[in-house]
């Protein structure tokens, strides 16, 4: 008897379950459908022609890049069932506080999750306006980084209009951050509802000819990337070695300029000089690590 009963009970509970999940299900699909309707306000905008550069892209470069510029590398190498970088772009080694590339050599610069890294975000502004008439660049929100929270990252950005301001982020962090960060790589429940509520996440600025930047105070990060130029040259010979890096046409070479006094390069196998003679950079698997703290004196 009592059997049948709890049978029927949980026989009931399971009807309301499955209608409450008819329902969340339609609610689901209206998320879905406006995470998809926000999303291509999100996405770079790279025109048919020119030059386009993704600066910090190396993780996942945008289609549309003909040059990759990154400068942690041998961090990503190193890093144990981390994130690789992709290597299917030709890549240069660099800083976005010091590009080394021509005034104006590119018809677009996309900057994806670069500027909050900065300590100087007004001066990477400044060299992407350099390169390029135009760009699309997109940052965490004041927001993100209070719920779900970076160490690498120095800033609270909010979006005033067209202008990106960056405030110290001071001792302000997100406490309870991991469990987001793991909600959302576990949950694809949670990503929809973070794709649906994009804009809350994400300031993204199409610019044309001005990147409007305001930096209010000045900021450092909990934690840096450490760089070396030994380890950088060892794992781009690694990864040349593994067939992996994609040379460097020569559009591309003639852009190339020199990070600290901005003339053009003459290539050898291994290694460029700067015109004066002033400056001579390492390049390794085909790939020129153009920073300032690899740079020796030059043969000239
Ligand atoms: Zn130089």
Same mark, same amino acid.
């Given at each position: 008897m009592s059997d049948t009963r709890s049978l029927r009970t949980s026989g009931a509970a399971a009807l309301a379950t499955t209608r409450v999940t008819?329902?969340?299900?339609?609610?689901?699909?209206?998320?879905?459908?406006?995470?998809?309707?926000?999303?291509?306000?999100?996405?770079?905008?790279?025109?048919?022609?020119?030059?386009?550069?993704?600066?910090?892209?190396g993780q996942a470069p945008h289609p549309r890049a003909d040059v990759v510029v990154d400068k942690y590398v041998a961090d990503d190498f190193e890093r144990p069932g981390g994130e690789q970088l992709d290597l299917s772009k030709p890549l240069v080694i660099a800083d976005a506080a010091a590009l080394p590339f021509a005034d104006r050599a590119f018809a677009y610069v996309i900057a994806s999750h670069v500027l909050e890294h900065a300590t100087d975000p007004a001066g990477f502004a400044a060299q992407f306006m350099r390169i390029a008439p135009a760009g699309f660049v997109q940052v965490p929100s004041r927001e993100s980084e209070l719920v779900f929270g970076w160490q690498f990252h120095p800033w609270l950005i909010d979006l005033e209009g067209e202008t990106l301001v960056f405030e110290a982020r001071g001792d302000r962090r997100a406490h309870c951050g991991? $469990?987001?960060? +793991?909600?959302?790589?576990?949950?694809?429940?949670?990503? *929809?509802?973070? /794709?649906?509520?994009? @804009?809350?996440?994400?300031?993204? $600025?199409?610019? +044309?000819?001005?990147?409007?930047?305001?930096?209010?105070? *000045?900021?450092? /990060?909990?934690?840096? @990337?450490?760089?070396g130029v030994d380890r950088t040259v060892r794992a781009l010979r690694d990864a040349r070695a593994r067939g992996a890096l994609q040379p460097l046409s020569d559009a591309l070479r003639d852009v190339l300029r020199c990070p600290v006094c901005g003339t053009p390069l003459t290539w050898a196998e291994e290694s460029v000089t700067c015109a004066d003679g002033t400056h001579a950079y390492p390049v390794a698997g085909g790939v020129p690590v153009l920073l300032e703290e690899a740079a020796g004196a030059g043969g000239g």
């Amino acid at each position: 008897m009592s059997d049948t009963r709890s049978l029927r009970t949980s026989g009931a509970a399971a009807l309301a379950t499955t209608r409450v999940t008819v329902d969340t299900l339609a609610d689901i699909g209206r998320e879905l459908m406006r995470a998809r309707a926000t999303a291509a306000a999100h996405e770079p905008a790279p025109p048919a022609h020119g030059l386009v550069v993704d600066v910090g892209g190396g993780q996942a470069p945008h289609p549309r890049a003909d040059v990759v510029v990154d400068k942690y590398v041998a961090d990503d190498f190193e890093r144990p069932g981390g994130e690789q970088l992709d290597l299917s772009k030709p890549l240069v080694i660099a800083d976005a506080a010091a590009l080394p590339f021509a005034d104006r050599a590119f018809a677009y610069v996309i900057a994806s999750h670069v500027l909050e890294h900065a300590t100087d975000p007004a001066g990477f502004a400044a060299q992407f306006m350099r390169i390029a008439p135009a760009g699309f660049v997109q940052v965490p929100s004041r927001e993100s980084e209070l719920v779900f929270g970076w160490q690498f990252h120095p800033w609270l950005i909010d979006l005033e209009g067209e202008t990106l301001v960056f405030e110290a982020r001071g001792d302000r962090r997100a406490h309870c951050g991991e $469990v987001l960060h +793991r909600s959302f790589s576990d949950s694809a429940l949670f990503r *929809a509802w973070w /794709a649906s509520t994009r @804009a809350q996440w994400h300031h993204s $600025v199409e610019w +044309r000819e001005t990147l409007h930047v305001r930096v209010e105070g *000045a900021s450092t /990060a909990d934690r840096t @990337a450490s760089f070396g130029v030994d380890r950088t040259v060892r794992a781009l010979r690694d990864a040349r070695a593994r067939g992996a890096l994609q040379p460097l046409s020569d559009a591309l070479r003639d852009v190339l300029r020199c990070p600290v006094c901005g003339t053009p390069l003459t290539w050898a196998e291994e290694s460029v000089t700067c015109a004066d003679g002033t400056h001579a950079y390492p390049v390794a698997g085909g790939v020129p690590v153009l920073l300032e703290e690899a740079a020796g004196a030059g043969g000239g």
